[in-house]
């Protein structure tokens, strides 16, 4: 029975009492407290209320995974998703806040779905598909970013690393992207 529900018909009063004065049924309290508070709780799940921010965290958290699964089985987009390994707010955020030109050009490469030869010969409209930096390997987004000799001093200089891996363009700030694209002059085929 609740506090309110005894009150309705009866005159209760609530008191403080000491930690250690002998008052008659203190003991007992304690005691049931104590069995309270150590026992588990049986009853509907929670059994107190959730914030708000609880909720949306979990939410939130549950979204992530189920659209990093969903990444992970779609098949194709093969490119993209070595660049692209997951969420990243930051990133997003960074990208969001660009000019229109600057997101195009920076999805572009990452998805590979830009002005690159590879790309351009696979739809006939180059009439071959090696990088025009090395003239070695086929022009991809990621030989580009990652593996072309042509390009390994301005990587090192810009990223501080001549071969870096696909995915960490994710994890850089985005300024350095944009200047390897503007001082590659990448910026012309993207």
């Not at 090696?130 to 200089?157: D, K, M, Y």
């Amino acid at each position: 029975m609740s506090q309110q529900e005894l009150g309705r018909n009866n005159t209760v009063i609530l008191a403080w009492v000491p930690g250690h004065s002998v008052i008659n049924g203190k003991e007992k309290a304690d005691e049931a407290a104590r069995l309270g508070a150590t026992s588990e709780f049986i009853g509907p799940e929670p059994f107190c209320g959730l914030p708000r921010s609880t909720i949306r965290s979990s939410i939130l958290n549950w979204l992530n995974i189920q659209s990093q699964e969903w990444w992970q089985k779609t098949p194709g987009q093969r490119q993209a998703k070595l660049a692209i390994k997951g969420r990243s707010k930051s990133f997003t955020a960074d990208l969001l806040n660009q000019e229109r030109k600057i997101v195009r050009m920076v999805v572009g490469l990452l998805t590979g779905h830009c002005r690159l030869n590879k790309h351009m010969y696979n739809m006939r409209l180059a009439d071959d598909d090696l990088c025009r930096f090395c003239l070695e390997e086929e022009e991809t987004a990621v030989h580009v970013l990652c593996q072309c000799e042509g390009l390994a001093r301005l990587r090192l200089r810009i990223m501080g690393d001549p071969y870096p891996s696909p995915c960490s363009f994710m994890e850089e700030p985005l300024s350095r992207l944009k200047a390897f694209i503007n001082e590659s002059g990448l910026g012309a085929f993207l």
